[in-house]
Every structure is written in structure tokens, then in C-alpha cells.
């Protein structure tokens, strides 16, 4: 090639080098200019519908854009998951996803993404716990109790939740696990079916979202005996934890987060971020966070990555360990 039309070749690659560069920049200044779309891949009326869709909607006034809520349930939340997995990257198609992300993968073998590689963390909305509660027409009324009648009843003993694989059936395999019991699980549709059959004492426990339990609770509807995290929640101080009744490894955490498209440009995922931790830490959104049971949980989008990579694998043990399928 002559050294005249080289050099051409070569300016013409620079410019649509350029090119790129100046159209990946802008779009990262100016995001958003238009509608945002965002799925939550469980039903609504939910904990995993309520809480996001709380904060999404003051993230939109934050942001200056309308955002669209769309509910695509089914198969653990795979479905409306993967639709936002081969989603352009533009930030303008978000996923509202909760811990149940890093479940689906040992249970679903045969997904079209793999969440560890096709989304990208944006930002932790915040944590809760779930709460073992049962009909007070049951005969314990305490964690040791109910082992006792448990292992007496040998296998008869059974929970419901809202679906294999969801954070309520977690729970309670880990719970059960730790407690040296057999159990039969009873998956239903929705959260609303479990405790219409808790309160009528047709199934014996469920680890019901925090949110939801408390109303229950306060009225005396249903009796709680343990809470799934660490330590004790603020709203129930006279519950114990799985450390205060000895159930080493039983506790779980049950999370929100929003993610986006894996090859989403860094400027718009760092803005996502930093504009969601802006309305996380205003005190209206601390104060109705706190009324659904939830704590924020500020965490950089690196850091919620490796946390995902951790529990997707903690996850996949547990459900060999627990028979899952």
C-alpha cells in the first residue's frame, strides 16, 4: 500500500475511533435523557416488588426521568432476570433483584445467562430479615419447643414458602438444616396463600419477610420464634436470632439491589450509583425503609459483585446440601 493511502487507512480508523469515544462519553453526561425501564422479576405486592419499587420511585424525581416498573415473574425470577441480561447497555434497561439472584443458578441448570458474567452491580438498596412465625394454635411456643415436637414427629412437620428456589424457602432449608429436622416443604404462588394457611394452622411454619410478619405479629394472628439474621431486629427485641438459640450457620440475609446490563459504559453505572445512595440517605427513605423492616446497606458496585460471586457459590452448596431440586 502506497504511504499516501496508509496514512488514510489510518486516519480513517482514528476518526471512528474517535468517534466512539466521543459517542460513549456523551451518552454517559447526558444519561438520562429519556424513559427508564425497570423489572422486578417477582409478582407484585411482594417484600421484592414493595421495597424497590419504593425507591425507585424517588430515584426517578432524583434522576429527572420517568421510570417504568414492570413485574415479570416466574421460575424463581429467572424470566424477567434474563430479559434484562440481553438488554442493550445503555442504562436505560435496570434489573430490581433481590438475594434470590444467587439462588437461581443451582437450581435453574439450564439459564440463558449466567448473572455473575451478564449484569454488573449497580447499587445496594438495603437488607432485612425473615421471620419464622407459626399459628398460635400450635403447641410450642418457643425454638426449643418446636425442635422437640419436631423430631417427635418425624417428618410430618411442614413450611411453605413462596417458591423453590425464593429467599422464604432458603430460610427455612437452612433453618431445618441447623436444627437437625425433617420438614416437607409446600411451595405456593404467593406469599398471601402461605399465611391464610399459617393462621389456619394447615401448614406448621413459614420464615415470612419482616415487612409483612410484623402487622401479624403486633395482632397476635401468628407467633414468631425466630428471626433469620445475625442478631435481633430493632422491631421484634424479645425474638431470638439463630446465635441466641444455638443454630449455628441457620441465619440469613435477605437483600435488594438493582443491576444493569454487564457492558453498561462505567459513567452511567458510577452515576446510578452515586444518585441512589444520594436518595438512600435521606431521611424520608431511611424512615419508610425502616417501616418495611429494612436496613440500608451502603455498598460500592465492585464490592456487591464479589459479594453476589460469594453467595452464588454458598448458595449452590446449600442446595446440595439441602436435597434442593
Same mark, same amino acid.
Given at each position: 500500500?502506497? *504511504?499516501?493511502?496508509?496514512?488514510?487507512?489510518?486516519?480513517?480508523?482514528?476518526?471512528?475511533?474517535?468517534?466512539?469515544? $466521543?459517542? $460513549?462519553?456523551?451518552?454517559?453526561?447526558?444519561?438520562?435523557?429519556?424513559?427508564?425501564?425497570?423489572?422486578?422479576?417477582?409478582?407484585?405486592?411482594?417484600?421484592?416488588?414493595?421495597?424497590?419499587?419504593?425507591?425507585?420511585?424517588?430515584?426517578?424525581?432524583?434522576?429527572?426521568?420517568?421510570?417504568?416498573?414492570?413485574?415479570? %415473574?416466574?421460575?424463581?425470577?429467572?424470566? !424477567?432476570? %434474563?430479559?434484562?441480561?440481553?438488554?442493550? *447497555?445503555? !442504562?436505560?434497561?435496570?434489573?430490581?433483584?433481590?438475594?434470590?439472584?444467587?439462588?437461581?443458578?443451582?437450581?435453574?441448570?439450564?439459564?440463558?445467562?449466567?448473572?455473575?458474567?451478564?449484569?454488573?452491580?449497580?447499587?445496594?438498596?438495603?437488607? @432485612?430479615?425473615?421471620?419464622?412465625?407459626?399459628? *398460635? @394454635? =400450635?403447641?410450642?411456643?418457643?425454638?426449643?419447643?418446636?425442635?422437640?415436637?419436631?423430631? +417427635?414427629?418425624?417428618? &410430618?412437620?411442614?413450611?411453605?414458602?413462596?417458591?423453590?428456589? &425464593?429467599?422464604?424457602?432458603?430460610?427455612?432449608?437452612?433453618?431445618?438444616?441447623?436444627? !437437625?429436622?425433617?420438614?416437607?416443604?409446600?411451595?405456593?404462588?404467593?406469599?398471601?396463600?402461605?399465611?391464610?394457611?399459617?393462621?389456619?394452622?394447615?401448614?406448621? /411454619?413459614?420464615?415470612?419477610?419482616? +415487612?409483612?410478619?410484623?402487622?401479624?405479629?403486633? @395482632?397476635?394472628?401468628?407467633?414468631?420464634?425466630?428471626?433469620?439474621?445475625?442478631?435481633?431486629?430493632? #422491631?421484634?427485641?424479645?425474638?431470638?436470632?439463630?446465635?441466641?438459640?444455638?443454630?449455628?450457620?441457620?441465619?440469613?440475609?435477605?437483600? /435488594?439491589?438493582? /443491576?444493569?446490563?454487564?457492558?453498561?459504559?462505567? #459513567?452511567?453505572?458510577?452515576?446510578?450509583?452515586?444518585?441512589?445512595? =444520594?436518595?438512600?440517605?435521606?431521611?424520608?427513605?431511611?424512615?419508610?425503609?425502616?417501616?418495611?423492616?429494612?436496613?440500608?446497606?451502603?455498598?460500592? *458496585?465492585?464490592?456487591? #459483585?464479589?459479594?453476589?460471586?460469594?453467595?452464588?457459590?454458598?448458595?449452590?452448596?446449600?442446595? =446440595?446440601?439441602?436435597?434442593? =431440586?
Amino acid at each position: 500500500m502506497k *504511504p499516501r493511502r496508509l496514512m488514510q487507512a489510518h486516519l480513517r480508523r482514528l476518526t471512528i475511533f474517535t468517534c466512539l469515544l $466521543v459517542s $460513549v462519553s456523551a451518552s454517559a453526561q447526558t444519561w438520562p435523557s429519556k424513559l427508564i425501564k425497570a423489572t422486578i422479576p417477582f409478582g407484585a405486592g411482594s417484600a421484592t416488588d414493595v421495597v424497590p419499587r419504593m425507591f425507585l420511585e424517588r430515584l426517578s424525581a432524583e434522576l429527572g426521568q420517568p421510570i417504568v416498573v414492570e413485574n415479570r %415473574a416466574g421460575a424463581g425470577g429467572t424470566i !424477567g432476570t %434474563a430479559t434484562v441480561a440481553r438488554a442493550e *447497555p445503555d !442504562g436505560y434497561t435496570i434489573l430490581a433483584h433481590s438475594s434470590a439472584i444467587t439462588i437461581a443458578p443451582a437450581i435453574f441448570t439450564e439459564l440463558t445467562y449466567d448473572a455473575t458474567k451478564d449484569l454488573s452491580s449497580a447499587l445496594m438498596i438495603g437488607s @432485612s430479615a425473615n421471620v419464622m412465625i407459626t399459628s *398460635p @394454635s =400450635k403447641p410450642w411456643k418457643t425454638v426449643q419447643e418446636f425442635q422437640t415436637a419436631a423430631k +417427635a414427629k418425624d417428618a &410430618s412437620i411442614t413450611f411453605g414458602s413462596v417458591g423453590i428456589g &425464593s429467599a422464604t424457602h432458603i430460610s427455612a432449608e437452612k433453618f431445618r438444616l441447623a436444627a !437437625g429436622i425433617e420438614a416437607t416443604h409446600i411451595p405456593y404462588r404467593g406469599g398471601a396463600e402461605v399465611i391464610t394457611d399459617i393462621i389456619g394452622g394447615r401448614i406448621d /411454619f413459614y420464615f415470612c419477610p419482616l +415487612a409483612t410478619a410484623l402487622p401479624l405479629i403486633n @395482632s397476635g394472628q401468628v407467633w414468631a420464634l425466630v428471626v433469620s439474621t445475625p442478631q435481633r431486629v430493632a #422491631d421484634l427485641p424479645d425474638v431470638p436470632s439463630p446465635t441466641d438459640v444455638g443454630l449455628k450457620g441457620a441465619d440469613t440475609a435477605i437483600w /435488594f439491589g438493582v /443491576f444493569v446490563p454487564s457492558k453498561t459504559p462505567k #459513567d452511567i453505572v458510577d452515576k446510578l450509583y452515586a444518585t441512589g445512595t =444520594k436518595v438512600l440517605a435521606t431521611p424520608d427513605m431511611q424512615r419508610d425503609l425502616k417501616k418495611l423492616g429494612v436496613e440500608p446497606w451502603p455498598m460500592k *458496585p465492585a464490592e456487591m #459483585d464479589a459479594m453476589v460471586a460469594r453467595e452464588t457459590i454458598a448458595s449452590a452448596e446449600l442446595i =446440595k446440601a439441602a436435597g434442593i =431440586k
